[in-house]
């Protein structure tokens, strides 16, 4: 009896085995097949590049090091512009999102070159499930970054955006444990604010405003921000962020933040130009309750209308 229960199952082990082995096949054959899928003009070096870029990280820690110049590239007025632009792109694509990597060049200087996602290649008329499942799942098309890894130029740094506003995300924070370069994220408001290594750069250095001024503004900070969660309104100072965007009036919009009128009248103006330049892609107005089932939406532009309410009180309502 124990012979043949023995070579009952010995056919059902070989099938076991066989289906082992088949799987073990299917995931070598994906394997080497993938670099062509991911870099079809370069397929073997996506090897080189994907060994240069995770391979380190899992070695040792990354260390955020010395960035010789990074920080201050990444809030020039030229890269505003640029942010500006591709925010805006990024709000009204309804299928990935704008990626980017900084690059540094044999010569030292830092270039800024967009990397295109898998998204893009897709069709464009796609059901309305599809898309929305899609909608900030940005995959990046790794064959642009490896041409750049061909032809020399050093990748520092990677970067997205959020169209809608927010620092980085807990998984944001966590990407920078898998790559040894440098994590920017860009958010979305009436002032870019870029954030490197997980901290906002501040646009200037002590600033000063009077304790007065500061808590009729410190309310602000949510809205500036486009922070979706609560912000503590309590601190007696500003925070690094608030901070950030009081140095961007000075040093970028020469604002005497000592007068509290010209403040709000450039904030206001600053409102002003976010809502003409975004006016087509919210087509059933500036009103927040008009986009309830629109949560991304709704709060941006409820932390919006709060920054122009209390810009236009200011402004408009001066004490005698």
Known sequence: ?????????APRRCQFRFKRYRILLTVLIAALLLPAVLSPTHPIAVYGYLFDTYVPPLMAPVAAGVDDGLTDFLITPDQLDRYRDELFADFNDERGGKLFVIV????????????????????????????RWLDRKELPYLGDSVDLWMNGDEIVAVGHYHPYGGGPSPGDQRAQSFSKFAEVVV??????????????????????????????????????????KEIAVSPATPSIRFAAFLAYLRDYRHVDLTDKHRVASEVYAMCATFKRTYAEAFTKGFRPFAYREEPDKHSMLSNLSNVELWAAGVKYFRNP
């Open 104 to 131: 540094r060049e044999s010569g030292g200087d830092f270039r800024h070159e967009p990397i295109r996602t898998w998204n893009s290649f897709l069709p464009e008329e796609l059901p309305t499930a599809i898309s």
């Open 1 to 9: 009896m124990e012979v043949r229960h023995e070579a009952q199952e």
């Open 187 to 228: 958010s979305n408001g009436i002032v870019p604010m870029v954030y490197l290594h997980g901290e906002i750069i501040p646009y200037g250095n002590n600033v000063k405003i009077s304790n007065s001024h500061y808590r009729t503004m410190r309310t602000l900070e949510r809205g500036l921000l486009m922070e979706i």
